[in-house]
C-alpha cells in the first residue's frame, strides 16, 4: 500500500496523477466525484510547539479493514490510501486518501469519517523538535 518514487537525493513524493487513476479504475467508471486528502507534515504541532520531523508507524491489517469497510458505503466505489511510514521532514506527504463515489453527499462524509479511523486506528506519529 506504500508507493513513492525518490527524487532530488532522499525526498519521497507521492504519485497522485497514478493514485486518482487507479482510484478511477477501480470505481468501474460509475463515479460521478473522486476526493484526494493529502496528509502533510507541518511545521508546528496542533498546540503550537515547532516541529523539524515526526516518525510514522502505520497498522496495515487495521488500514485494510477501515478501506474494506469504507467501499461497502452507500455510493461509495472506491477508496485507496498510502501512507509513508518512517522519518518524514516538513513539508513531506504522510497519506493520500482517496475516495471515488456516486455524489458528493456520499464522498464527503465517507472521506471524513474513513479519514477519523485512520487517524484513530492505524496511523502513530511521534514529532521532533531537533
Do not use: C
Request: a neutral charge; charged letters at 30%.
Amino acid at each position: 500500500m506504500f508507493s513513492a518514487e525518490s527524487v532530488e537525493g532522499n525526498i519521497l513524493l507521492m504519485d497522485m496523477i497514478e493514485f486518482v487513476a487507479k482510484l478511477k479504475k477501480r470505481a468501474g467508471g460509475d463515479e460521478g466525484m473522486v476526493l484526494i486528502h493529502n496528509g502533510i507534515v507541518r511545521n508546528s504541532s496542533r498546540d503550537g510547539r515547532p516541529v523539524k520531523s515526526i516518525e510514522v508507524k502505520a497498522d496495515w491489517g487495521k488500514l485494510s479493514r477501515i478501506l474494506a469497510d469504507t467501499r461497502k458505503l452507500p455510493g461509495i466505489m472506491a477508496a485507496e490510501a498510502e501512507i509513508q511510514e518512517g522519518r518524514l521532514g516538513v513539508g513531506e506527504d504522510i497519506m493520500l486518501l482517496g475516495l471515488a463515489g456516486s455524489t458528493r453527499e456520499y464522498v464527503i462524509t465517507a472521506l471524513a469519517s474513513t479519514l477519523d479511523r485512520i487517524k484513530k486506528d492505524v496511523t502513530i506519529k511521534q514529532e521532533f523538535s531537533s
